[in-house]
T-cell receptor
Framework: AQSVTQLDSQVPVFEEAPVELRCNYSSSVSVYLFWYVQYPNQGLQLLLKYLSGSTLVKGINGFEAEFNKSQTSFHLRKPSVHISDTAEYFCAVSEPQSGYALNFGKGTSLLVTP | DSGVTQTPKHLITATGQRVTLRCSPRSGDLSVYWYQQSLDQGLQFLIQYYNGEERAKGNILERFSAQQFPDLHSELNLSSLELGDSALYFC??????????????FGSGTRLTVV
């Protein structure tokens, strides 16, 4: 089964600074990749997904991610963060063999301070 | 409101007890997934149902079981509860089995506390 590694458990950043949250996945012939965000005491919200096609994926709230097959990475980026971006971010992979169930990374806690 | 309804939102129960968590999928969605989020294990896939049939199994304990009813709502049954079962349990739904990669919608979860 596919697995996902989120390389940073916590990322502190100042408001209006750029941020990158790193995600690596185990290699496979076909892979579907996702980033979800979880705000405090809330459920999971889809930020963006890569299924096929363009390797640069744009999502909601100004986030984007780049699929890099050679590096088996799917890093999430935002050029300028806001206080309201403070949340837990999860990278996930799914495959048809498991009914498209999501296999999540451990999560990265993004803390944006003034 | 995501359209996926989970009840109850909070549940406190004692060790050894049995509880049932309920999930109503988004209108028109046939596939339901259950996930557990705990501090120790992170977010883990438990089980998937599609149109009443079990389709995929993850790290679900033998003490746990689930089913999906003809009206497509699903229930997750947790028995002989242990302290370590304390977690946030999420349900997610998608329109069809092969639409899974297009992302699915999560409910807001049921927070289970075992004391």
């Amino acid at each position: 089964a596919q697995s996902v590694t989120q390389l940073d458990s916590q990322v502190p950043v100042f408001e209006e600074a750029p941020v990158e949250l790193r995600c690596n996945y185990s290699s496979s012939v076909s892979v579907y990749l996702f980033w979800y965000v979880q705000y405090p005491n809330q459920g999971l919200q889809l930020l963006l997904k890569y299924l096929s096609g363009s390797t640069l994926v744009k999502g909601i709230n100004g986030f984007e991610a780049e699929f890099n097959k050679s590096q088996t990475s799917f890093h999430l980026r935002k050029p300028s963060v806001h206080i309201s971006d403070t949340a837990e971010y999860f990278c996930a992979v799914s495959e048809p063999q498991s009914g498209y169930a999501l296999n999540f990374g451990k999560g990265t806690s993004l803390l944006v301070t003034p | 409101d995501s359209g996926v309804t989970q009840t109850p939102k909070h549940l406190i129960t004692a060790t050894g007890q049995r509880v049932t968590l309920r999930c109503s999928p988004r209108s028109g969605d046939l596939s339901v997934y259950w996930y557990q989020q705990s501090l120790d294990q992170g977010l883990q896939f438990l089980i998937q149902y599609y149109n009443g049939e079990e389709r995929a199994k993850g790290n679900i304990l033998e003490r746990f079981s689930a089913q999906q009813f003809p009206d497509l709502h699903s229930e997750l049954n947790l028995s002989s509860l242990e302290l370590g079962d304390s977690a946030l349990y999420f349900c997610a739904s998608s329109v069809a089995l092969d639409r899974g990669p297009y992302g699915y919608t999560f409910g807001s979860g049921t927070r289970l506390t075992v004391v």
